[in-house]
């Protein structure tokens, strides 16, 4: 069989790395998590003391850091120089500064060149904000996955209480809105459906759905 790439793009918090986790296992191809990455630079960066504005420092840090993905039992697991930041890259702090590290121009060139050579060999889920657009725009399969703000916030919210983790609704919508806004008005790469992309509306929409829509189309092709 044919292997193929799957490229899902979405705003904050649509469920993205969910479903294309489980798409990954369905197909056995490989999982990666773009936001794990920008998030592993703008963690790194500020234990460093960097200005996140400051786009050659940072593109200094980025460009003596190494990053791996791979599978865990519960999701995908970064590896930052060596050391599993996997639970660190979720802090409140990393999630409200990310979006100002990801605007940088040498900073996405760098990421996406990266994402592109774990992409190489074929049979891959990726999800970010410009997968289907910038980083596998020949992937066979686009999709982008939308919910209302409400909805995503709400979602993130029972996850956080699930863990034990302290939540707050009317936070975690302005938050959420905000990440939104910063991404989809950047200059380089914003957060935009590639014309090609197939929207899925996740709102009234369980997992499980979600992923037979992707399964179904992704089938189609392979
Ligand atoms: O997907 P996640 O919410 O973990 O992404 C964190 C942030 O990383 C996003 O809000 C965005 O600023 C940035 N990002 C990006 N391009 C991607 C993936 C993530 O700019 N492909």
Redesign the pocket.
């Given at each position: 069989t044919n292997k193929i790439s799957i490229a899902i793009d979405g705003p904050?918090a649509a469920g993205?790395s969910t479903v294309a986790k489980i798409v990954a296992e369905k197909l056995s191809y490989i999982y990666i998590d773009?936001?794990?990455m920008?998030?592993a630079l703008t963690y790194k960066a500020i234990t460093n003391h960097c200005s996140l504005e400051d786009e050659l420092e940072l593109m200094k840090i980025l460009n003596d850091t190494s990053m791996e993905l791979l599978p865990g039992e519960l999701g995908q697991l970064i590896y930052l120089d060596g050391q599993n930041v996997t639970n660190e890259i979720r802090s409140s702090e990393v999630t409200n500064s990310?979006?100002i590290v990801?605007k940088h121009k040498l900073v996405r060139e760098e990421m996406v060149s990266r994402q592109q050579s774990f992409a190489k060999t074929g049979g891959v889920v990726m999800d970010?904000?410009?997968?289907g657009t910038h980083v596998l725009p020949e992937a066979e399969v686009k999709v982008f996955l939308l919910a209302s703000v409400e909805e995503r916030a709400v979602r993130r919210h029972n996850e956080n209480i699930q863990k034990g983790f302290p939540s707050d609704l009317e936070k975690l919508i302005e938050e959420i809105a905000l990440?939104d806004k910063l991404?989809s008005e950047r200059e380089v790469a914003p957060l935009k459906k590639a014309e090609d992309a197939i929207e899925i509306d996740t709102t009234s929409l369980s997992i499980e759905q979600v992923v037979d829509e992707i399964m179904n189309l992704a089938n189609e092709r392979i």
């Open positions: 904050a993205k773009t936001g794990a920008y998030r990310v979006s990801a970010g904000r410009d997968i990440r991404d």
